[in-house]
């Protein structure tokens, strides 16, 4: 009886043991974890680059534009708000409204600035000075010549009849010319002539300066 209870209680803390090894065992896969730790990354961050655009520059405007916006001007010795309107062309009312200026009682201006600061100018305001002179491009043109005239060529016009006389030709009658005369110059019978011209007038009285017919054989 005794040497039963004795195994029995060896069974037990045997048991017991064993129990506590595996609580252990698992307290140390517990407490056993690896921790991964994070390093530098292994790339630069750039900062964005600075915007490369141009500043805009504003030209000037030429002399005798007209102000689309408001202007500004500077005070030059000999100024006083009514001249500045003036010449600027812009009503003297409104100069004093944009710039804030009031007139006391005796029609000065207590804001007046003086030489040196700047004024504002309202738009639709002329700048002062004249404007430029446009600048035309004349191209060069081609020298003029002049053709020599060429001299006259004297010729010998036969002056041929109408269709009603065939092949026929003409002669105007000189001074000294008679009928019978003209026929032998021209190699035609006298009768020839005359009946060449039967319409002809003036030819009857062979008057000088008629044009007459001379008949040839076509």
Known sequence: MKSMAIGIGLVAAASLTGLGLVACGGEAATTGATTVKIGATNYVTIPPAAPTIPPVTTAPDAPGSVLQFEGTYIIVEGDYASTVALRWKVKFEDLMTLNGWTLDENQNVPEWPGVGATIRIPAGATVPGEPAPSTQTTLAGTQATTAPTAAPVATTTTTIASAETGCNGSYVIVDGDLPGRVAANFDVSLAALDAANVNT??????????????????
């Open 201 to 218: 007038k003036g030819y009857k009285a062979f008057i000088v300066g008629v044009t007459i017919v001379i008949p040839k054989d076509c």
